[in-house]
């Protein structure tokens, strides 16, 4: 990842300029007089909801939307730096709490109407408005970007974590964002964010037609967007297919005329029409493919590995006395031989964690986690005696219906060979059964954990997490210096702050309050009728690699 | 060809008849069963086998020195070896040791879960086949009830509403698997007992008893019972393996029996994904249930013909 050092060089001020730098090192190579022709087919899923931005959290329907919908930046396939892309410019007021965006001029959706300010604001008062219900309506609060207002018009949680709308009408706006001009406006935030101009470029953040706004089920029916490709058909549980917009403004040209979303009912489907060239591109090798390594040796170079933001962890409920010693945490996970339980379980497709931030995100810094998370037997042995042991059995509990027994078994074997202290999973039946007992803090041992980035940055990865009471703080983690340093680094210049992140995260190495196992990778591969595709950060095939061979 | 073998047969059979007519002892149905029995070699082979299945239940460590949960990562899925017989699993653990210790939760499951049905089952079934009326109705149709419900679903149900979590004693997760099969399985001894009850209630003997003024009581556990138990003993040892595949079938959806307790269906479950890379993991436990689940399939299809006059 030698490109990581250029990442958010753009610092405070985005200019077009910065932008046309970057896209130079792209991987097109400028063949724009060639047009596009051709069908690709990419293992797709079937969405959970319309193809609306704000709705869709999963990866069926986002895959889609990314291509539909280019958002004020684009992240670089290769090392996720955001880039800018609909934005002509993204500037902060002095402290990070008002941002100014210039749009590009000239670009319109699909049906010819124009992308204007307004289109981006009444998009993003959409998806924060509380009657939308929308899955990504955080990004617009205090968890995200946190524009001014976005309280009055969220709504509130009741006791049964149902939202409650009471008092919100469904075109109230937040105050905080302002139409200054056909292709400016205003954000004014509830407090500092650095990271404004890379959050944005998730896809919530897309702008939407007027047509959206008039007669939704008509734009459900056929979405219109502003992106590279425009929608042609969808056949529930079948495929989505899209084609090219001709009049796209964006600088990165499409290779392909059709894109493809095959649906299938098992990976190991895709997977066999993969072999026979019927399926172009998989991002995610069913299990079967990876045991023994049979990916690789029937696809050979046509199949990559590669890690994504993606960090999986085991967490302490810190309210559980047993557990509040740092050393007796640190003991723990130094008795995990992470590379011995990868190879177990996992056929070495993932890479042993050294902190708490991926590789892939800009300011990783190799070793964070220190010989904490370096495997070493005697050593955590004579760490747990000397924090006083553990009596009776831990346990390792997780959700049976997402693969992970193999992990947890083979983590409990390390732990018990190492420190001699009988270890057991303990299995729950379905994911939403474990969330209730950790969100409830109900858990009596550790508990598996995982997060996978929003967008690129260190931020996401630490303040959703470890932050006193942050949304994903399971295991109720609290220390007000990691708080203060967040804090701070929301005010501050991307580079002073990614400076105070890895500060906050040597606080975490002290306080062990989650043990980073490993971080996440793709394991993708293609058919012999495309040319090498690039995969993104995300996890997602880059649109600009798609190309037919001859 | 057939004539001079089965006359010859017949010739023995009626010496040994002779023989032990001579010492004047009479002969019970039990007595002769077991007379025929010992000389089938379906019978001698299972008996074998299962003296060492439960040989293997009771005393494991005849078989093995190793410790079945002495794991180490490092020896992941190793085949088969002069240091491992059966190789290692993914967690490299002594496939050899955890098939061994297998067996014990494995044919415990059987056993007591045979034993309940059967006790259950037929001292339902003499109930209503005895008195007849309403009693007979009000069992029958409870236990029709009981047929209805598809043997998974009923399981699952159980074994859910019930889970067992790690610090379960093994006994308990044990108990929990044999109740889920007891619960289902008792109507159908019901149903044989209570026919076999019919029959014998009308013979002449009993009708005999009765007319000598016997109490219903001395009836049932004198006359009745002991005529009526044949069938019910060579349909339990047949369903024995019935169970011991059925707790591996709800070990292998990963609701049976859980870990610690070691059994050859959780291990063949956990087997499963490795099939391509690791087929020691999977065949070494697989080979022991069928073996053992064979044996008691034998044994049971011995008895049932030892206890059946019509066969002899």
Redesign the interface.
């Known amino acids: 990842m030698s490109m990581r050092g250029r990442g958010l060089a753009f610092g405070a001020v985005l200019t077009a300029a910065a932008l046309t730098l970057t896209a130079c090192g792209g991987d097109s190579d400028d063949t724009a007089a060639d047009p596009a022709g051709g069908t690709v087919n990419i293992f797709g899923s079937q969405p959970q909801n319309p193809l609306v931005p704000v709705l869709t959290n999963e990866t069926g329907g986002g895959n889609v939307i990314d291509n539909l919908f280019t958002r004020l930046v684009d992240y670089n396939p290769e090392t996720a730096a955001p880039e800018l892309a609909m934005a002509e410019s993204i500037e902060p007021s002095e402290g990070n709490t008002l941002w100014t965006i210039k749009l590009k001029p000239g670009w319109k959706f699909h049906d010819g109407t124009p992308v204007t300010a307004e289109s981006f604001v009444k998009a993003w008062n959409d998806g924060a408005n509380c009657n939308t219900g929308a899955l990504n309506q955080y990004f617009f609060g205090p968890d995200g970007v946190n524009i001014k207002g976005y309280d009055a018009v969220a709504g509130t949680y009741d006791a049964e974590g149902n939202l409650d709308c009471a008092g919100i009408e469904p075109d109230a706006g937040m105050e905080g964002l302002k139409v200054v001009d056909d292709t400016t406006f205003t954000a004014e935030l509830a407090g500092p964010v650095s990271i404004f101009a890379t959050i944005v470029g998730y896809s919530a953040f897309a702008p939407m037609p007027e047509i959206y706004f008039t007669d939704r089920p008509a734009f459900e029916a056929k979405p219109i967007g502003n992106g590279p490709y425009q929608f042609v058909s969808a056949k529930a549980n079948e495929s989505i297919v899209v084609t090219e917009y001709p009049d796209y403004q964006g600088e990165k040209k499409a290779q392909v005329k059709d894109i493809n979303y095959k649906i299938y009912q098992t990976p190991d489907a895709a997977y066999v029409d993969l072999l026979a060239n019927n399926l172009d591109v998989i991002d995610t090798m069913p299990a079967t493919a990876l045991a023994g390594d049979r990916w690789k040796t029937e696809l050979g170079d046509r199949s990559i590995l590669k890690p994504v933001g993606v960090f999986q962890s085991v967490t302490f409920p810190l309210y559980v006395e047993e557990f509040d010693n740092p050393e007796l945490r640190k003991a723990i996970s130094m008795a995990i031989d992470r590379e011995s339980v990868i190879s177990v379980a996992f056929n070495n497709t993932r890479t042993p964690a050294d902190g708490w931030v991926p590789p892939v995100i800009e300011g990783y810094q190799p070793g964070a986690c220190g010989e904490a998370c370096t495997f070493d037997a005697a050593k955590a042995k004579q760490m747990f005696d000397d924090a006083g042991g553990f009596d009776g059995t831990l346990t390792i509990a997780y959700n049976a219906d997402g693969g992970h027994k193999e992990w947890v078994d083979a983590t409990c074997v390390s732990i018990k060979n190492a420190l001699d202290v009988e270890c057991q999973g303990k299995a729950y039946p379905t994911f939403a059964e474990l969330r209730n007992d950790v969100t409830e803090d109900k858990m009596t041992g550790i508990f598996r954990t995982g997060w996978q980035m929003d967008y690129p940055s260190m931020q996401n990865f630490l303040a959703p997490l470890y932050a006193t009471d942050a949304g994903s703080n399971d295991g109720g983690y609290s220390n007000p210096a990691f708080d203060t340093l967040l804090r701070d680094a929301a005010g501050q210049t991307p580079e002073e702050a990614i400076a105070s992140y890895q500060q906050a995260t040597q606080l975490l190495a002290e306080d062990m309050p989650v043990i980073p196992l490993w971080y996440g990778a793709l394991t993708a591969g293609w058919s012999e009728n495309i040319e090498t595709p690039v995969f993104t950060p995300f996890g997602r095939v880059d649109w600009t690699s798609l190309k037919l061979k001859g | 060809m057939s004539n001079p073998i089965s006359a010859s047969l017949e010739a023995t059979d009626q010496q040994g008849a002779l023989g032990t007519e001579g010492t004047g002892k009479p002969r019970s149905l039990g007595r002769d069963a077991w007379e025929d029995l010992r000389r089938r070699p379906l019978f001698l082979v299972s008996a074998v086998l299962i003296t060492i299945f439960m040989l293997m239940a009771i005393v494991p460590q005849l078989f093995t020195r190793k410790d079945p949960r002495e794991?180490?990562?490092?020896r992941?899925?190793q085949p088969p070896s002069s240091e491992a017989w059966f190789g290692y699993d993914?967690?490299?653990?002594d496939v050899y040791a955890n098939t061994i210790y297998g067996a014990r939760s494995s044919i415990a499951v059987g056993l007591i879960t045979t034993v309940l049905v059967a006790l259950i089952g037929s001292s339902l079934g003499t109930m209503a086949g005895f008195f007849g009326g309403r009693t007979d109705s009000i069992l029958s149709r409870t236990a029709d009830i009981f047929f209805g419900i598809p043997f998974l679903l009923g399981a699952l149900l159980v074994l859910?509403t019930f889970?067992s979590?790690?610090?379960t004693p093994a006994w308990q997760t044990i108990m929990k698997v044999v109740v889920a099969l007891t619960v289902l399985g008792w109507p159908t001894f019901l149903r044989l007992m209570r026919s076999s009850v019919i029959q014998v209630r009308s013979s002449d003997f009993v009708m005999a008893a009765r007319s000598l003024g016997a109490p219903p009581r001395r009836l049932i556990r004198k006359h009745v019972v002991p005529n009526s138990l044949s069938p019910v003993i060579a349909v339990a040892t047949i369903s024995l393996g019935g169970y011991i595949v059925a707790e591996a079938a709800l070990s292998f959806l990963?609701i049976g029996l859980?870990?610690?307790v070691i059994s050859w269906g959780s291990q063949i479950s956990e087997a499963v994904?490795?099939l391509?890379?690791a087929p020691h993991m999977l065949f070494f436990p697989a080979i022991f249930l069928s073996f053992c689940v064979l044996s008691f399939m034998m044994l049971g299809d011995a008895v049932k013909d030892a206890l059946d006059p019509k066969l002899r």
């Open positions: 794991c180490d990562l490092l992941s899925r993914s967690l490299g653990c859910i889970p979590e790690p610090d990963g859980q870990p610690p994904p490795w391509r890379v």
